[in-house]
Structures are given as structure tokens and as C-alpha cells.
């Protein structure tokens, strides 16, 4: 028999377009249930046995709104309401799910268009090819304009918050303005914590970059990578393209270049299968709307601070480099560019400069840094011979 909760759900359902078929097999019931529910108006009438106390019937709503958010994947549904102050077992949770799982291959997704200039997409992706000689695994950072499809990528070795906003920027600059909004997906350089019904908190750095730029931050639906879905095709059009047309890269500086004549030959040039247009063409309707780039070009570098310990050197990423030692026991300030280029500053004025190397080739000294403690260190006191003769006796 149909409880009212059934029903609400079956009300839901239909009005999402789902099968009546596919809402009995959801239900556990016959398909003649749901068409006599639905002529009825509501559930059959009568009393209904008092159902058993369950510590997961609090938590079932949740687990539906979840579940419409694509998360399908148990392990992940539990750790989510465990969060949420769950304690009950596993095995009841995928019980719950399972009558609904055949809703996952009945969902649809609507497709939406967005404005020209309104929304640029963001996304990483990530493959491995020889670069100088040997394999790296290689990031690459996709912006894609939500009305004209037309996207440019860049390469790198990183995908870390400075390497995100460089990314960012240098497709704006590709494109030549910048979108009224810029979307991204949930990691940790865009977005802090993004919960169902809860608000989205961005990173502060990435907040202050879209100060910069002008734009408004969005950040997709959590588990809902479709919302983005322009951006995520993009990612596996570039691997299987691009990296199946070139393997083999002298640098990355290399890569990019030729990225950019493939965007300009190849991906611009293409007729886009939903919209059934060039590219190109689609955007040059589309290159009036974004807004203007800042005067000044945002500085992705990463900063930070670092205690001098007592022997002239700071750490960084595993490794050590020195700095004037007279600065120990003192807090510099450290400024790290994308070409490595390590730059320590004490009350605002130079005192070092370094290449970032890796762990393995060792600490990277100056030894101008260190002269003055080396020279305390082997200093070697002068005593007067009257000294010594005021000690003979003695003896």
C-alpha cells in the first residue's frame, strides 16, 4: 500500500517527466498502482500499521535530494549524512537506494543557453605525454564561453590555486574581454565548501581575483558535473585530439605554442554539433558582450611567509635556501612566480633571489649570505703573552 510519502514522490517524479514504469520499479510496485494512485488524486485510503522507528527516516530526504543530484555511488551517500550526524550502518543506506536506482538511467538534463559574454566555464584536465624527452604528467587548465563554444587551453605541470588563476587569465586575454560570470567546479583554489541547501563559500584568494577581473564567481551543483557540461566535453576533446595529433614536446613552452595554432586551425574552425555553427563565426557575435580586461595584470604568484632559522636558510617545498644572515630568528615574506623564480623580501626591500629546484638536487646557498656567520663562527680570540706566563707558575 501507498504511503503519503509515496505519493509526494510520485507526484515529483511525474512532473520531472519520469516514466510511470520507472517510478513503480522506484517504488517497489506494480505499474496498476501508480495509474490508480495518479486517477485517485492521492494514496488509498485506510489505516496504515505504525512503521518501525528507523535512524535513517530523518535522513531520507537528504539522501533524495542527493540522489537527484547524481550521487549514486554508496559509499559516498554514507560518508555524506554521516557527516551530517548519521549513525546508522551502511547496508541500510544502499537498501534505500537500490529500488531507485533504475531512476539513474531514466534522468534527463536540460539544456540551457547562456548569453553572449555572460559565462565563461572553467575546468582542469590531465593526461601524460613525453615532454623533453621523458613522460610528464601534464594539467591543462580549459575556459570555455558558454554561448559561442569557443575555448582555449593551457599546459602546465601543476594545477594548484596560482596555476588556476593563470589559466583564467590567460583566456581572457585569449579572448579579448572577460564574461560577467565565470563558473567552476569545487576545488579547493575556487571554492572552500559547497554543500546541498547550504551557501557556497569561495576561496578568499579567488575572491580577490575575481575583484580584479570584474566577474562574478558560480560554482556547479556538488556531484553535478553536467551543470558544466560544456567545459567537461572540451576537456575529452582536447585529449583526444590535440595530444592524439601531438605526442612528443620539446617543453612546455612547446606545447603551448602549438596549442595555440591547433585552437586557431583546428578548434575554431570547427562547426559545432549542437549549435550547427563555425565557431569562429558564433563568436564573432559574441566578442562585443564580455567586458574589458584590468589596466594591471592580476599577479598569480604564490605568497607567503617564512621564519629565518638560526643557520641563514628558509624551507620551501622540501627544500632550503639561504637568505642574509642576519635576518635569523626574523619572518621574511616570499614570493614565488610560475617560472620558479623565488623572490625573499624583508620589510619590503630585496634581500634574495633563487631558482626553485627540486628536493633531490639539494639546498641552494649563497655564500655572501653567510660570510658574516662564518666569520663569527671561526673567530679566533688574541690573548696577550702575560697571560700565559701568569698561568706557568701555577703549574
Known sequence: MLTKEDWMEIKAQIARGVYQKDVAKQLGVHPKTIRRALKRGGPPPGRRPRARVSKLDEFKPMIDELLRANVWNGEVMYRE?????????????????????????????????????????????ETTTVVAGRHRKVYFSVNTLGYSRRFHFWCTDSSDAEHTYEGMIRSCEHFGGVCR????????????????????????????????????????????????????????????????????????AHMNRLAERWLEDVADQRVHGTVKEVVRERFSREAPFPGPLPAVRCDT???????????????????????????????????????????????????????????????VSVPAHHADLWRRTFQVEHRKLSVYEEVIPCN
Request: proline share 3%; glycine share 8%.
Open 181 to 252: 560570470e565565470v563558473l567552476v567546479d569545487n576545488q579547493k583554489s575556487t571554492v572552500i565548501s559547497h554543500r546541498i541547501g547550504d551557501r557556497v563559500r569561495f576561496n578568499e584568494r579567488f575572491l580577490d581575483f575575481a575583484g580584479c577581473y570584474g566577474f562574478t564567481p558560480r560554482a556547479c551543483r556538488p556531484y553535478r558535473a553536467r551543470t558544466k557540461g560544456k567545459d567537461e566535453r572540451m576537456v575529452g576533446y582536447i585529449k583526444n585530439t590535440f595530444f592524439v595529433r601531438y605526442r612528443t614536446f620539446e617543453s612546455f
Open 81 to 125: 549524512i554521516q557527516s551530517r550526524g548519521y549513525t546508522g550502518g551502511t547496508t541500510i543506506v544502499r537498501d534505500y537506494m537500490r529500488p531507485r536506482r533504475p531512476l539513474r538511467e531514466s534522468r534527463a538534463t536540460v539544456r540551457f543557453e547562456t548569453d553572449p559574454g555572460k559565462q565563461m566555464q572553467n575546468d582542469w584536465g
Open 301 to 363: 604568484s604564490y605568497r607567503d611567509h617564512r621564519s629565518v632559522s638560526w643557520d641563514g636558510y628558509i624551507d620551501i617545498r622540501g627544500n632550503r635556501y639561504s637568505v642574509p644572515s642576519a635576518l635569523c630568528g626574523q619572518t621574511v615574506a616570499v614570493r614565488i612566480s610560475l617560472d620558479g623564480k623565488l623572490t625573499v623580501s624583508a620589510d619590503d626591500v630585496i634581500v634574495a633571489e633563487h631558482t626553485l629546484r627540486r628536493v633531490s638536487e639539494g639546498w
